[in-house]
Nanobody, 125 residues
C-alpha cells in the first residue's frame, strides 16, 4: 500500500489554477496534521500549508496566503491544495506529508515522518 501519494500536478499558464490531492493508507490510519511542501531546484523543501484534520485549523506562510487553500475530506481520507492565481515562481515540486500529532504553525521537514513522492507543478508566463 502506498502510504501517501500526490496527484493533480501539471502545467498551467500564469493566472490559472490547479488542485492537488494527497491520499494514501497513512491517512486512513492516522495523519493528524497533513502538510503541503514545495521544493524549488537547488533549495530545501518549505512548508506552504498545514491542516489539522480534527478541527480543520490551517496554517500558511505569507508567501501563499490568499492564493492557496488547504482542505480535507475526512470521509475520503484526502487532503487538497487549491492553488489560484498561479505565478511562474510557483513552479516547483510539491509534496504532501503527515504526522500523528497536531500542528500549531508551519513546520519544517524533520517534523513530518511520512511523505509522498511529489508532483510537479509548472507555471508558464
Amino acid at each position: 500500500q502506498v502510504q501517501l501519494a500526490e496527484s493533480g500536478g501539471g502545467s498551467v499558464q500564469a493566472g490559472g489554477s490547479l488542485r492537488l490531492s494527497c491520499a494514501g493508507s497513512k491517512l486512513s490510519s492516522g495523519g493528524t496534521c497533513v502538510a503541503w511542501f514545495r521544493q524549488f531546484p537547488g533549495e530545501l523543501r518549505a512548508g506552504i500549508a498545514h491542516i489539522n484534520r480534527d478541527d480543520h485549523s490551517t496554517f500558511y506562510p505569507n508567501s501563499v496566503k490568499g492564493r492557496f487553500t488547504i482542505s480535507v475530506d475526512n470521509a475520503k481520507n484526502t487532503v487538497y491544495l487549491q492553488m489560484n492565481n498561479l505565478k511562474p515562481e510557483d513552479t516547483a515540486m510539491y509534496y504532501c506529508a503527515t504526522r500523528d500529532i497536531r500542528c500549531s504553525a508551519i513546520y519544517s521537514v524533520p517534523a513530518f515522518p511520512y511523505w509522498g513522492q511529489g508532483t510537479q507543478v509548472t507555471v508558464s508566463s
